[in-house]
């Protein structure tokens, strides 16, 4: 089975601009949550995505969006990027939202604002 | 914002040590509890999910308990090896649609 890839897997954005993050998906999965991970942190919960609808969201501004496909991978988009944004950026996917799915998770993706 | 704490937040041992770790996390709203292992340069891995007050699971060496009254889950590791070198992270699962994560155990097993 396919696992979860994210892309890029680096990246460097200047303060002030948009950046998108693209995540797909385990085959099968129908559900992906997004994490932001700064620097000695655990995971951050941002938002999750259930049949390209968000079912779920953390405590992050509307500047931090997203969408599902119908293929199930998803993007996180970011607007006016702030120096704070710098981190690792998880992507994860999961069988469904019921209460005994584990998550698997792609090898993130480093975002640096300048 | 919830708060999951994990302690201790590093620990270093010899190889062939027994050790565990909390995960500490609200007692209301509970919907689940998972455990993961993260290696250096790789993807967290899932360990246990965990639901039940009273849960305990195990996969080979490694074990963990659930209460959920209390708030807290132990894991435990027996006769660490080098391989078992990584950061633990739990993470609590509010309702069905909300994770929060504690900041993880950073474990270090000298051979």
Redesign the interface.
Same mark, same amino acid.
């Given at each position: 089975e396919t696992g979860?890839t994210q892309s890029p897997t680096h990246l460097i954005k200047t303060r002030g601009q948009q950046v998108t993050l693209r995540c797909s998906s385990q085959s099968g999965h129908n559900t992906v /949550?997004w994490?932001q991970q700064a620097l000695?942190?655990?995971?951050? @919960?941002i938002f999750?995505y259930?049949r390209e609808e968000e &079912? =779920?969201? =953390? &405590?992050f501004p509307p500047r931090f969006s997203g969408l599902q496909f119908p293929n199930y991978s998803s993007e996180l988009n970011v607007n006016a990027l702030e120096l704070d944004d710098s981190a690792l950026y998880?992507c994860?996917s999961s069988g469904g939202?019921?209460? &005994? /799915?584990?998550?698997? @998770? =792609? &090898? =993130?993706t480093r975002l640096t604002v300048t | 914002i919830l708060n999951v704490e994990q302690s201790p937040q590093s620990l270093h041992v010899q190889e062939g040590d027994s050790t565990n770790f909390t995960c500490s996390f609200p007692s209301s709203n509970f919907y689940a509890l998972h455990w993961y292992r993260w290696e250096t340069a790789k993807s967290p891995e899932a360990l246990f999910v965990m639901t039940l007050n009273g849960d305990e699971k195990k996969k080979g060496r490694i074990s963990a308990t659930l209460n959920t009254k209390e708030g807290y889950s132990y894991l435990y590791i027996k006769g660490s090896q080098p391989e078992d070198s990584a950061t633990y992270l739990c993470a609590f699962k509010y309702n069905f649609n909300k994770f929060y994560f504690g900041s993880g155990t950073k474990l270090n097993v000298k051979p």
């Open positions: 979860v /949550s994490y000695g942190q655990g995971p951050q @919960f999750q259930y &079912n =779920g969201r =953390g &405590n998880l994860a939202t019921e209460y &005994n /799915s584990p998550l698997h @998770f =792609g &090898n =993130g | -």
